[in-house]
Each structure stands twice: as structure tokens, then as C-alpha cells.
């Protein structure tokens, strides 16, 4: 009796962290209207994809940290069952239909939060598709900010001949050991796999590979960066003239690390 009252907090915790949304309307994309200069989207927070929940934490504040600024939230949801959605917030401001991180509604804001998808597939389709907008657009200055602890990833972006590869399989083989194979294998978080490279330059030598393609995107007139945290913006491609318009993908830690909302300098 004692033990099953000491398991009782447990399983109601359990039950707390699993709850399911209630049911929900899909917001059309011709209907979607978006406002002031920065959008979250969060693509599928599921664990049908990110099993172990390595990012629930990172996207429950990025959601709380986006709202207490006032910044439209919206959700991208597939056909995984609701169940297995894990945000703690059910009240975005949209959810979107997508099954593969595509978008097809009008991203007018030039700051971008992105949070709670797959680094190499689905939140990769995200980002494509809000570049390729982005691009046809007039000049501005652009910003996506990535939540390190938000987004989850199987690794497959790590290369034998990186020095921090031993590191990493090691450390994903205990993650995953004795899971089957396949998709449902448990993800690391991007901040976790960051704490397997540790050195700063192998960071973002790493970073710059899981970018979307702004090379082929992006006509030359714009200057495109790349920042970790608070470190100094690397110059991935400079552009003619004085203050170019400029491309800066932001990489941080977690929302937690900002307590208000501070716009990238420059923009």
C-alpha cells in the first residue's frame, strides 16, 4: 500500500505531462492573417517523433516566452494522433495542417521562432518554405531564431569525419539502445547534441551544415550570419554596400534564456 501510494504522484504526474488537447478547428491558410514583426511556428511537437521528449521542456517556455511577448504562436500539426502531442499550451493562435512541415500560408513577419520539429525533415521544409517567401520579397532585414532545446534531431547530419562523431555515437547509442529501429527512435535535442561537440568552432561548423539552403535562395545583395547564443555573427556571405539587407539565423540555447524579448542588433 505504501509503495503504491509513493507511485501515485508519479502516474499522476505522468498523466499531467501526457494530456491530450482538446479537439480543435484547423485554420485554412488562405485564412491566416499574421501581424506586427515576429511568428512562432512550431512544427509537430510529437512523440511519435521525438519519443523520449527531449524537447517538451524547451518547447512548453518557447511557447511561454513567445506569448508573454505577444508574438502569434502556431502549431503544425500531422496525422499522429493527438494523443501523442505533447505541448503543455493548447491555445495557440493557429493550428496549421501539415504533414511534412510544408507551409502554404503567407509569413509577412521578418523575425522568425522556430521550434519543435525534426532538424533534418520536417522542420526543415518549415524553414525552406518561409526562405523561399522571404526571398520574393522586398529587401529587409530577416531573422530566424532557432531554440536549441526545442527542436530534436536523429544525427544524421553528423559525418564520420567530423572530430566530435566517436562522441556523438557513443552517446546516441545509450539513447537509443535496445529501441527498434526506425523513425519512433528516440531524438536528441539540438542542445544536447550540442553538449557533445562542446568546442564553439565545431559548433558551428556543425550549424552551418543544418542550415537551409539561403545559397540558392538568396540573390547575392544580401549579407547572410550565423550566431550561437551571444558570440560574435560569422559572415557566411557578404553583400555590397553600406548595410545591406541582411539574412541572420540565431541559434540559442532556450527561451530561457531570454527574460524579454531583445530583437537581434541591427534589425
Known sequence: MLRLLLLLPLLLFANACQAECAPHKLTEAAQLRLSGDAVMIVTHATSTHDARFSTKRGIDEAVRF???????????????????????DCTPDYWVSSQGGEISFDVTPTHLYIVGGHLELCLSATLHDVLYQWARKAPRNLTVTYFMDAIYSNGKLVEPDMPFYNDFQRFIGVVTYGRP????????SLLETMGVIIREDHEMEFLKQALPRWDTTFPASYRVELQLNDSVKKVLRPAAGWRPPTLLFHFVDSALNFTVLHPPSGN
Open 66 to 88: 513567445a506569448k508573454s511577448n505577444k508574438i502569434p504562436v502556431i502549431y503544425l500539426q500531422d496525422d499522429t494522433p493527438e494523443a501523442f502531442y505533447f505541448m503543455e
Open 181 to 188: 529501429s526506425g523513425e519512433h527512435w528516440p531524438k536528441l
